[in-house]
């Protein structure tokens, strides 16, 4: 059965800090991938998406998130955190189901708190 | 921003009550879906809907109805709820151009739900 893993259900950093929030993922074809954030009390933003070709791709906020078929990842990564960072962040597979109908599962999400 | 409105954003009723959701969209997007948000939980699929009539069961469906007359609104109705049943409910969206439905799910603001 699909399923999406998101290991850390909490990560703080400090602000100008890297970071990288883990995803993965079990599917038996080639997933659609996306990032999602979720400010408190809105709903969710795209962060990012993958379909197929360069296995980086680059995001919305200068997120950026890489494609590991060996590892069935992809994680999520941003050279340098701002305060307006914080948020939750869900990962999700996009798959076709035997009967032809298309729906996402996600991850159980990652919350982030940056440090001043 | 996907023209996607949720009604009522708050509510709060009382054990053994019917509740009803909408969700409305004006994208003419094929496929509206059904996600229930909870501590822990990440988002899970409570229903979805491929077309007019024409919808299918999450995997959180046990408790749910959910009935699609035109294209534009997506019901989502509680037959007798239960404090189990106490979450933010978030509907989306998403487009199935001809053989591409590998497209990004879009989300509306979130329905806070409370039974008491």
């Known amino acids: 059965a699909q399923s999406v893993t998101q290991p850390d259900i909490h990560i703080t950093v400090s602000e100008g800090a890297s970071l990288e929030l883990r995803c993965n993922y079990s599917?038996?074809?080639?997933?659609?991938l996306f990032w999602y954030v979720q400010s408190p009390g809105q709903g969710l933003q795209l962060l990012l998406k993958?379909?197929?070709?360069?296995?980086l791709v680059q995001g919305i906020k200068g997120f950026e998130a890489e494609f590991k078929r060996s590892q069935s990842s992809f994680n999520l990564r941003k050279p340098s955190v701002h305060w307006s960072d914080a948020a939750e962040y869900f990962c999700?597979?996009?798959?076709?189901?035997?009967?032809?109908?298309?729906?996402?599962?996600f991850g159980t999400g990652t919350r982030l708190k940056v440090l001043a | 921003d996907a023209g996607i409105t949720q009604s009522p954003r708050h509510k709060v009723t009382e054990t053994g009550t019917p509740v009803t959701l909408r969700c409305h969209q004006t994208?003419?997007?094929?496929?509206m879906y059904w996600y229930r948000q909870d501590p822990g939980h990440g988002l899970r699929l409570i229903h979805y809907?491929?077309?007019?009539?024409?919808?299918d069961k999450g995997e959180v469906s046990d408790g749910y109805s959910v009935s699609r007359s035109k294209t534009e609104d997506f019901l989502l109705t509680l037959e007798s709820a239960t404090s189990s049943q106490t979450s933010v409910y978030f509907c989306?969206?998403?487009?199935?151009?001809?053989?591409?439905?590998?497209?990004?799910?879009?989300f509306g603001q979130g329905t806070r739900l409370t039974v008491v």
């Open positions: 989306a969206i998403s487009s199935d151009r001809v053989r591409r439905v590998n497209t990004e799910a879009f």
């Open positions: 599917y038996g074809a080639t997933p659609y």
């Open positions: 993958y379909f197929s070709g360069d296995t």
């Open positions: 999700a597979v996009g798959f076709i189901t035997t009967s032809g109908t298309y729906k996402y599962i």
């Open positions: 994208e003419n997007h094929r496929y």
């Open positions: 809907s491929y077309g007019v009539k024409d919808t």
